[in-house]
Protein backbone atom coordinates (compact mmCIF):
# COMPACT_ATOMS: atom_id res chain seq x y z
CA UNK A 1 0.00 0.00 0.00
CA UNK A 2 1.15 3.74 -0.28
CA UNK A 3 1.53 5.14 3.64
CA UNK A 4 1.60 8.57 4.37
CA UNK A 5 2.84 9.53 7.99
CA UNK A 6 1.93 12.99 9.31
CA UNK A 7 4.90 13.76 12.17
CA UNK A 8 8.52 12.03 12.55
CA UNK A 9 9.42 12.10 16.12
CA UNK A 10 9.64 8.95 17.86
CA UNK A 11 6.34 7.31 16.65
CA UNK A 12 6.13 8.67 13.48
CA UNK A 13 9.47 8.16 12.26
CA UNK A 14 9.40 4.26 14.01
CA UNK A 15 6.40 3.37 12.44
CA UNK A 16 7.46 4.76 9.23
CA UNK A 17 10.41 2.20 8.68
CA UNK A 18 8.28 -0.52 10.19
CA UNK A 19 5.64 -0.25 7.90
CA UNK A 20 7.93 0.70 5.07
CA UNK A 21 9.97 -2.83 6.37
CA UNK A 22 6.42 -4.63 5.98
CA UNK A 23 6.77 -4.36 2.34
CA UNK A 24 4.76 -0.57 1.89
CA UNK A 25 6.21 1.92 0.28
CA UNK A 26 5.74 4.65 2.87
CA UNK A 27 5.76 8.76 3.00
CA UNK A 28 7.05 10.87 6.11
CA UNK A 29 5.46 14.28 6.19
CA UNK A 30 7.79 17.21 8.71
CA UNK A 31 7.69 20.54 8.65
CA UNK A 32 11.15 20.25 10.09
CA UNK A 33 13.75 20.19 6.96
CA UNK A 34 16.63 18.63 9.04
CA UNK A 35 14.38 15.57 9.69
CA UNK A 36 13.14 15.15 6.19
CA UNK A 37 16.79 15.12 4.74
CA UNK A 38 17.81 13.10 6.97
CA UNK A 39 15.47 10.39 6.35
CA UNK A 40 16.26 10.59 3.13
CA UNK A 41 19.72 10.42 3.55
CA UNK A 42 19.01 6.94 5.21
CA UNK A 43 20.17 8.25 8.86
CA UNK A 44 17.35 7.61 11.56
CA UNK A 45 16.52 11.15 13.10
CA UNK A 46 16.41 9.49 16.08
CA UNK A 47 18.27 6.82 18.10
CA UNK A 48 16.37 3.98 18.62
CA UNK A 49 17.80 0.56 18.66
CA UNK A 50 17.39 -1.18 15.14
CA UNK A 51 16.21 2.07 13.54
CA UNK A 52 19.20 3.23 11.99
CA UNK A 53 19.55 -0.23 9.61
CA UNK A 54 15.85 0.10 8.76
CA UNK A 55 16.12 3.54 7.75
CA UNK A 56 19.48 3.02 5.66
CA UNK A 57 17.57 -0.20 4.17
CA UNK A 58 14.91 1.16 3.07
CA UNK A 59 15.53 5.41 2.32
CA UNK A 60 15.00 6.07 -1.58
CA UNK A 61 13.26 2.48 -1.93
CA UNK A 62 10.07 2.51 0.08
CA UNK A 63 11.20 5.16 2.65
CA UNK A 64 11.00 8.78 1.72
CA UNK A 65 10.06 11.98 3.58
CA UNK A 66 9.06 15.63 2.53
CA UNK A 67 8.00 19.02 4.26
CA UNK A 68 4.80 19.15 1.42
CA UNK A 69 1.22 17.63 2.60
CA UNK A 70 0.22 17.25 -0.75
CA UNK A 71 2.27 13.85 -0.76
CA UNK A 72 -1.08 12.60 1.02
CA UNK A 73 -2.81 12.89 -1.60
CA UNK A 74 -0.54 10.10 -3.62
CA UNK A 75 -1.48 7.65 -0.54
CA UNK A 76 -4.05 4.86 0.93
CA UNK A 77 -3.77 5.75 4.20
CA UNK A 78 -1.88 8.43 6.45
CA UNK A 79 -0.65 7.79 10.48
CA UNK A 80 -1.29 10.93 12.29
CA UNK A 81 1.64 10.95 14.62
CA UNK A 82 1.91 15.06 15.53
CA UNK A 83 2.56 15.22 19.01
CA UNK A 84 -0.14 16.75 21.68
CA UNK A 85 2.03 18.56 24.81
CA UNK A 86 0.72 19.51 27.96
CA UNK A 87 -1.04 22.59 28.83
CA UNK A 88 -0.29 24.29 32.54
CA UNK A 89 -2.99 22.86 33.81
CA UNK A 90 -1.86 19.12 32.68
CA UNK A 91 -4.50 19.21 29.75
CA UNK A 92 -3.17 18.42 26.32
CA UNK A 93 -2.97 21.08 23.91
CA UNK A 94 -4.53 19.53 20.53
CA UNK A 95 -3.70 22.46 18.54
CA UNK A 96 -0.74 21.24 16.51
CA UNK A 97 -3.28 17.62 15.73
CA UNK A 98 -5.89 19.96 14.66
CA UNK A 99 -3.82 21.96 11.82
CA UNK A 100 -2.39 19.07 10.26
CA UNK A 101 -5.59 17.27 10.44
CA UNK A 102 -6.88 20.77 8.36
CA UNK A 103 -3.86 20.35 6.51
CA UNK A 104 -4.30 16.72 5.81
CA UNK A 105 -8.00 17.54 4.69
CA UNK A 106 -6.99 20.17 1.98
CA UNK A 107 -4.04 17.34 0.78
CA UNK A 108 -7.04 14.15 0.37
CA UNK A 109 -10.08 16.98 -0.98
CA UNK A 110 -9.16 16.03 -4.31
CA UNK A 111 -8.49 12.19 -3.85
CA UNK A 112 -10.10 9.60 -6.06
CA UNK A 113 -10.19 6.53 -3.41
CA UNK A 114 -11.37 6.79 -0.28
CA UNK A 115 -8.48 7.59 2.19
CA UNK A 116 -7.98 6.05 5.34
CA UNK A 117 -6.92 8.63 8.35
CA UNK A 118 -5.27 6.94 11.06
CA UNK A 119 -5.03 8.75 14.59
CA UNK A 120 -1.97 7.85 16.71
CA UNK A 121 -1.08 11.01 18.68
CA UNK A 122 -2.70 10.59 22.54
CA UNK A 123 -5.57 12.31 22.98
CA UNK A 124 -8.17 12.49 25.46
CA UNK A 125 -11.62 10.81 24.47
CA UNK A 126 -13.88 13.11 22.93
CA UNK A 127 -11.03 14.20 20.75
CA UNK A 128 -11.12 12.35 17.42
CA UNK A 129 -14.98 13.05 16.99
CA UNK A 130 -15.26 16.63 18.64
CA UNK A 131 -12.35 18.47 16.53
CA UNK A 132 -10.52 16.17 14.42
CA UNK A 133 -12.97 14.88 12.84
CA UNK A 134 -14.40 18.40 11.97
CA UNK A 135 -10.91 19.95 11.18
CA UNK A 136 -10.88 17.50 8.38
CA UNK A 137 -14.38 17.41 7.26
CA UNK A 138 -14.23 21.28 7.31
CA UNK A 139 -10.71 20.97 5.10
CA UNK A 140 -11.70 18.12 2.55
CA UNK A 141 -15.32 19.36 1.95
CA UNK A 142 -16.73 16.02 2.56
CA UNK A 143 -17.22 13.54 5.24
CA UNK A 144 -15.91 11.03 7.37
CA UNK A 145 -17.48 7.49 7.34
CA UNK A 146 -18.64 8.20 3.49
CA UNK A 147 -15.95 10.08 1.64
CA UNK A 148 -13.34 8.64 3.65
CA UNK A 149 -12.69 6.27 6.72
CA UNK A 150 -11.37 7.35 10.46
CA UNK A 151 -9.51 5.43 12.71
CA UNK A 152 -8.40 5.89 16.17
CA UNK A 153 -5.13 3.05 16.28
CA UNK A 154 -3.37 4.21 20.22
CA UNK A 155 0.67 3.30 19.91
CA UNK A 156 1.73 2.04 22.94
CA UNK A 157 5.90 1.35 21.73
CA UNK A 158 8.11 2.02 24.36
CA UNK A 159 11.23 4.28 24.10
CA UNK A 160 14.85 1.89 23.95
CA UNK A 161 12.29 -1.06 21.98
CA UNK A 162 10.26 0.89 19.92
CA UNK A 163 11.17 -1.31 16.44
CA UNK A 164 11.16 -4.95 18.24
CA UNK A 165 7.43 -3.74 19.98
CA UNK A 166 6.51 -2.57 16.81
CA UNK A 167 6.28 -6.34 15.21
CA UNK A 168 5.89 -8.05 18.15
CA UNK A 169 2.85 -6.07 20.14
CA UNK A 170 1.01 -7.43 22.98
CA UNK A 171 -1.91 -5.70 21.05
CA UNK A 172 -3.20 -3.84 18.55
CA UNK A 173 -6.67 -1.14 18.78
CA UNK A 174 -8.89 0.01 16.90
CA UNK A 175 -11.42 2.26 16.93
CA UNK A 176 -13.83 3.18 14.52
CA UNK A 177 -17.65 3.72 14.40
CA UNK A 178 -17.45 1.20 11.52
CA UNK A 179 -16.76 -2.17 10.71
CA UNK A 180 -15.56 -0.65 7.35
CA UNK A 181 -12.84 1.43 9.04
CA UNK A 182 -11.69 -1.55 11.20
CA UNK A 183 -11.11 -3.62 8.18
CA UNK A 184 -9.66 -1.14 6.16
CA UNK A 185 -6.89 -0.56 9.35
CA UNK A 186 -6.35 -4.69 9.32
CA UNK A 187 -5.61 -4.66 5.71
CA UNK A 188 -2.36 -2.10 6.45
CA UNK A 189 -1.06 -4.67 9.70
CA UNK A 190 -1.93 -7.76 7.50
CA UNK A 191 1.77 -8.20 6.22
CA UNK A 192 2.82 -7.76 10.23
CA UNK A 193 -0.11 -10.61 11.13
CA UNK A 194 1.74 -12.93 8.43
CA UNK A 195 5.40 -12.30 9.87
CA UNK A 196 4.29 -12.32 13.43
CA UNK A 197 5.15 -15.41 15.77
CA UNK A 198 1.91 -15.80 17.17
CA UNK A 199 -1.60 -14.51 16.82
CA UNK A 200 -1.40 -10.46 17.74
CA UNK A 201 -4.75 -9.85 19.55
CA UNK A 202 -7.08 -6.91 17.58
CA UNK A 203 -9.18 -5.13 19.86
CA UNK A 204 -12.08 -3.93 17.33
CA UNK A 205 -14.02 -1.14 19.63
CA UNK A 206 -15.47 2.61 19.27
CA UNK A 207 -13.78 5.84 18.90
CA UNK A 208 -13.68 6.83 21.99
CA UNK A 209 -12.75 3.44 23.92
CA UNK A 210 -9.53 3.25 21.32
CA UNK A 211 -8.65 7.04 23.21
CA UNK A 212 -9.54 5.99 26.44
CA UNK A 213 -7.56 2.53 26.13
CA UNK A 214 -4.22 4.42 25.61
CA UNK A 215 -4.72 6.35 28.72
CA UNK A 216 -5.87 3.82 31.03
CA UNK A 217 -2.93 1.55 30.04
CA UNK A 218 -0.56 3.87 31.00
CA UNK A 219 -2.49 5.30 34.02
CA UNK A 220 -2.59 1.98 35.35
CA UNK A 221 1.39 0.97 34.64
CA UNK A 222 2.24 4.81 36.19
CA UNK A 223 -0.07 3.82 39.11
CA UNK A 224 1.67 -0.05 39.66
CA UNK A 225 4.43 1.47 40.34
CA UNK A 226 3.48 4.29 42.59
CA UNK A 227 1.80 1.82 44.27
CA UNK A 228 5.07 -0.65 44.43
CA UNK A 229 7.36 2.56 45.42
CA UNK A 230 4.37 3.23 48.31
CA UNK A 231 5.03 -0.45 49.55
CA UNK A 232 8.12 0.30 49.19
CA UNK A 233 8.24 3.52 51.63
CA UNK A 234 6.46 1.16 54.40
CA UNK A 235 9.10 -1.57 53.68
CA UNK A 236 11.99 0.39 54.36
CA UNK A 237 10.55 2.08 57.32
CA UNK A 238 9.76 -1.49 58.76
CA UNK A 239 13.68 -2.80 57.99
CA UNK A 240 11.80 -4.69 54.83
CA UNK A 241 13.42 -5.96 51.77
CA UNK A 242 10.83 -4.63 49.19
CA UNK A 243 12.29 -6.31 46.52
CA UNK A 244 12.05 -9.44 48.15
CA UNK A 245 8.19 -8.70 48.67
CA UNK A 246 8.01 -7.47 45.35
CA UNK A 247 9.38 -10.88 43.78
CA UNK A 248 6.84 -12.82 46.08
CA UNK A 249 3.78 -10.90 45.31
CA UNK A 250 4.89 -11.31 41.62
CA UNK A 251 4.37 -14.38 41.26
CA UNK A 252 0.21 -14.21 41.88
CA UNK A 253 -0.13 -13.87 37.85
CA UNK A 254 -3.19 -11.39 38.79
CA UNK A 255 -0.54 -9.21 39.60
CA UNK A 256 2.51 -9.64 37.20
CA UNK A 257 5.99 -10.04 37.84
CA UNK A 258 7.01 -7.04 35.36
CA UNK A 259 6.98 -3.48 36.43
CA UNK A 260 7.70 -4.08 40.24
CA UNK A 261 10.72 -2.47 40.80
CA UNK A 262 10.32 0.21 43.24
CA UNK A 263 12.49 3.03 43.37
CA UNK A 264 12.85 6.34 42.69
CA UNK A 265 9.94 6.77 40.04
CA UNK A 266 8.87 6.79 36.65
CA UNK A 267 9.47 9.87 34.03
CA UNK A 268 9.38 10.02 30.40
CA UNK A 269 7.23 11.64 27.95
CA UNK A 270 4.49 9.69 28.34
CA UNK A 271 3.26 8.85 31.74
CA UNK A 272 3.87 12.28 33.61
CA UNK A 273 1.68 13.74 30.71
CA UNK A 274 -0.53 11.12 30.03
CA UNK A 275 -1.70 10.59 33.99
CA UNK A 276 -2.13 14.22 34.18
CA UNK A 277 -4.27 14.31 31.16
CA UNK A 278 -5.98 11.97 32.42
CA UNK A 279 -6.37 13.46 35.73
CA UNK A 280 -7.14 16.84 33.91
CA UNK A 281 -9.61 15.25 31.45
CA UNK A 282 -11.75 13.81 34.66
CA UNK A 283 -11.87 16.94 36.45
CA UNK A 284 -13.64 18.31 33.01
CA UNK A 285 -16.30 16.12 33.47
CA UNK A 286 -17.03 16.68 37.53
CA UNK A 287 -15.02 13.88 38.90
CA UNK A 288 -12.07 13.99 41.55
CA UNK A 289 -9.96 11.51 40.17
CA UNK A 290 -8.47 10.88 43.43
CA UNK A 291 -6.32 7.50 43.20
CA UNK A 292 -4.43 8.88 39.77
CA UNK A 293 -3.85 12.37 42.07
CA UNK A 294 -2.10 10.23 44.70
CA UNK A 295 -0.15 8.05 41.94
CA UNK A 296 0.92 11.34 41.02
CA UNK A 297 1.79 13.06 44.33
CA UNK A 298 3.80 9.88 45.56
CA UNK A 299 6.05 9.82 42.47
CA UNK A 300 6.96 13.07 43.65
CA UNK A 301 7.66 12.05 46.95
CA UNK A 302 10.29 10.04 46.04
CA UNK A 303 13.28 12.25 44.95
CA UNK A 304 12.58 14.05 48.50
CA UNK A 305 13.27 10.44 50.30
CA UNK A 306 16.37 9.79 48.31
CA UNK A 307 17.58 13.24 49.07
CA UNK A 308 16.55 12.84 53.07
CA UNK A 309 18.13 9.64 53.15
CA UNK A 310 21.27 11.25 51.75
CA UNK A 311 21.09 14.02 53.96
CA UNK A 312 20.90 11.92 56.98
CA UNK A 313 24.54 10.39 55.94
CA UNK A 314 25.86 13.86 54.49
CA UNK A 315 26.32 17.19 54.70
CA UNK A 316 25.03 18.45 51.76
CA UNK A 317 25.36 22.19 51.47
CA UNK A 318 29.02 22.34 50.30
CA UNK A 319 29.89 19.25 49.48
CA UNK A 320 30.51 17.36 46.40
CA UNK A 321 27.62 15.21 45.39
CA UNK A 322 27.77 12.83 42.44
CA UNK A 323 24.67 12.34 40.78
CA UNK A 324 25.06 8.94 38.31
CA UNK A 325 22.17 8.39 35.91
CA UNK A 326 20.53 11.20 33.80
CA UNK A 327 18.48 9.79 31.47
CA UNK A 328 14.37 8.91 32.77
CA UNK A 329 15.24 5.46 31.99
CA UNK A 330 18.32 2.87 31.04
CA UNK A 331 18.78 2.98 26.95
CA UNK A 332 18.14 6.09 25.80
CA UNK A 333 18.94 9.79 25.59
CA UNK A 334 16.17 10.91 27.05
CA UNK A 335 15.84 13.21 30.31
CA UNK A 336 12.02 14.42 30.08
CA UNK A 337 10.91 14.12 33.24
CA UNK A 338 13.55 12.55 34.20
CA UNK A 339 13.73 12.20 38.29
CA UNK A 340 17.13 13.13 38.39
CA UNK A 341 15.71 16.78 37.19
CA UNK A 342 14.16 17.52 41.05
CA UNK A 343 17.06 15.63 42.08
CA UNK A 344 19.57 18.03 40.96
CA UNK A 345 17.14 21.00 41.54
CA UNK A 346 16.85 19.94 44.89
CA UNK A 347 20.52 19.38 45.73
CA UNK A 348 21.49 22.77 43.64
CA UNK A 349 18.67 24.46 46.63
CA UNK A 350 20.97 22.70 49.09
CA UNK A 351 23.74 24.47 48.46
CA UNK A 352 25.89 21.09 46.84
CA UNK A 353 28.39 21.40 44.60
CA UNK A 354 26.89 18.72 41.56
CA UNK A 355 28.95 16.44 39.18
CA UNK A 356 26.82 14.58 36.79
CA UNK A 357 26.89 11.66 34.86
CA UNK A 358 25.03 9.17 32.18
CA UNK A 359 26.83 7.78 29.12
CA UNK A 360 23.87 8.68 26.70
CA UNK A 361 21.75 11.77 28.59
CA UNK A 362 24.70 14.20 30.07
CA UNK A 363 24.55 16.23 26.77
CA UNK A 364 20.42 16.63 27.01
CA UNK A 365 20.85 17.45 30.67
CA UNK A 366 23.53 20.00 30.33
CA UNK A 367 20.65 22.09 27.96
CA UNK A 368 18.38 22.14 31.39
CA UNK A 369 21.30 22.79 33.65
CA UNK A 370 24.36 24.32 31.84
CA UNK A 371 26.18 25.00 35.53
CA UNK A 372 26.80 21.72 36.16
CA UNK A 373 29.79 20.00 36.25
CA UNK A 374 29.53 17.01 33.79
CA UNK A 375 31.55 13.93 33.94
CA UNK A 376 33.34 11.76 31.28
CA UNK A 377 32.56 8.53 33.37
CA UNK A 378 31.04 7.03 36.51
CA UNK A 379 34.76 6.95 38.18
CA UNK A 380 35.13 10.58 37.28
CA UNK A 381 31.97 11.56 39.04
CA UNK A 382 32.53 9.71 42.11
CA UNK A 383 36.52 10.97 42.42
CA UNK A 384 36.54 13.18 45.45
CA UNK A 385 33.01 13.04 45.97
CA UNK A 386 31.53 13.10 49.12
CA UNK A 387 28.41 11.41 48.63
CA UNK A 388 26.48 9.58 45.47
CA UNK A 389 22.94 9.14 44.09
CA UNK A 390 22.37 6.27 41.53
CA UNK A 391 18.92 7.44 39.61
CA UNK A 392 18.78 5.43 36.32
CA UNK A 393 19.33 1.46 36.33
CA UNK A 394 22.28 1.64 33.95
CA UNK A 395 23.90 -1.91 33.55
CA UNK A 396 27.46 -0.37 34.44
CA UNK A 397 26.56 1.01 37.46
CA UNK A 398 25.92 -2.38 38.72
CA UNK A 399 29.59 -3.47 38.35
CA UNK A 400 31.17 0.18 40.16
CA UNK A 401 33.46 -1.22 42.35
CA UNK A 402 37.03 0.46 43.40
CA UNK A 403 35.71 3.89 41.74
CA UNK A 404 33.77 4.03 44.82
CA UNK A 405 36.90 3.62 47.34
CA UNK A 406 37.83 7.10 45.21
CA UNK A 407 35.42 9.03 47.11
CA UNK A 408 36.12 11.18 49.83
CA UNK A 409 33.37 9.17 51.74
CA UNK A 410 31.71 6.35 50.25
CA UNK A 411 28.21 6.94 50.77
CA UNK A 412 26.01 6.01 48.20
CA UNK A 413 22.23 6.48 47.96
CA UNK A 414 21.07 3.81 45.04
CA UNK A 415 17.32 5.08 43.60
CA UNK A 416 16.92 1.92 41.44
CA UNK A 417 18.77 -1.14 43.37
CA UNK A 418 21.68 -1.34 40.76
CA UNK A 419 24.41 -1.15 42.14
CA UNK A 420 26.25 -4.42 43.56
CA UNK A 421 29.08 -3.64 45.67
CA UNK A 422 27.75 -3.75 49.58
CA UNK A 423 30.76 -4.06 51.50
CA UNK A 424 33.29 -1.26 52.12
CA UNK A 425 30.95 1.63 51.79
CA UNK A 426 28.07 3.02 52.93
CA UNK A 427 25.01 1.95 50.79
CA UNK A 428 21.76 2.96 51.47
CA UNK A 429 18.65 1.48 48.99
CA UNK A 430 15.65 3.67 48.93
CA UNK A 431 13.22 1.35 49.35
CA UNK A 432 15.21 -1.62 50.35
C1 LIG B 1 5.55 4.03 28.28
C2 LIG B 1 4.71 2.76 28.15
O1 LIG B 1 5.38 1.66 28.78
C3 LIG B 1 4.47 2.43 26.66
O2 LIG B 1 3.63 1.29 26.55
C4 LIG B 1 3.80 3.63 25.99
O3 LIG B 1 3.64 3.42 24.58
C5 LIG B 1 4.67 4.87 26.17
O4 LIG B 1 4.88 5.09 27.58
C6 LIG B 1 3.92 6.00 25.53
O5 LIG B 1 2.84 6.36 26.02
O6 LIG B 1 4.33 6.44 24.43
P1 LIG B 1 8.16 4.60 28.07
O7 LIG B 1 7.80 6.00 28.46
O8 LIG B 1 9.10 4.37 26.94
O9 LIG B 1 6.81 3.77 27.70
O10 LIG B 1 8.82 3.97 29.39
P2 LIG B 1 8.67 2.70 30.34
O11 LIG B 1 9.66 1.67 29.95
O12 LIG B 1 7.27 2.28 30.48
O13 LIG B 1 9.20 3.33 31.73
C7 LIG B 1 8.53 4.45 32.33
C8 LIG B 1 9.17 4.84 33.64
O14 LIG B 1 8.87 3.87 34.66
C9 LIG B 1 10.68 4.98 33.62
O15 LIG B 1 11.06 6.16 34.30
C10 LIG B 1 11.19 3.75 34.37
O16 LIG B 1 12.42 3.96 35.03
C11 LIG B 1 10.06 3.54 35.37
N1 LIG B 1 9.96 2.14 35.87
C12 LIG B 1 9.62 1.14 35.01
C13 LIG B 1 10.18 1.87 37.20
O17 LIG B 1 10.46 2.78 38.01
N2 LIG B 1 10.07 0.58 37.65
C14 LIG B 1 9.72 -0.43 36.82
O18 LIG B 1 9.61 -1.60 37.30
C15 LIG B 1 9.51 -0.16 35.47
Known sequence: MDVSIVGSGYVGTTVAACLADLGHRVVNVDVDEGVVSSLNDGVAPIHEPGLSDLVATHAGSRLAATTEYGAVRDTDVTFVCLPTPANDDGSINASVVESGMASLGEAIASTDGRH?????????????????????????????????????????????????????????????????????????????????????PVVQTGVREAEMIKYANNAFLATKLSLVNELGNVCKAYGVDAYEVAEAIGLDDRIGERFLRSGVGWGGSCFPKDVSALVAAAREVGYDPQLLEAAVAVNDEQPRRLLDLL???????????????????????????????????????????????????????????PDVEYAPSAAGALRGADGAVVLTDWEEFATLDGEFDAMASPVVVDGRRIVERREGIEYEGLTW
Not at 150 to 158: A, C, I, M, S
Not at 312 to 338: C, E, M, Q
Not at 342 to 362: F, H, K, N, Q, T
Open 116 to 200: LVVVKSTVVPGTTEEVLRPAVERASGTVAGEDFDLVVNPEFLREGSAVADFFAPDKLVFGSPTARGHDALAAVYDPLFDRADGEI
Open 311 to 369: AGRVDVPGARIAVLGLAFKPGTDDVRHSRAIPVIESLLDRGADVVAYDPAAAGNMRALF
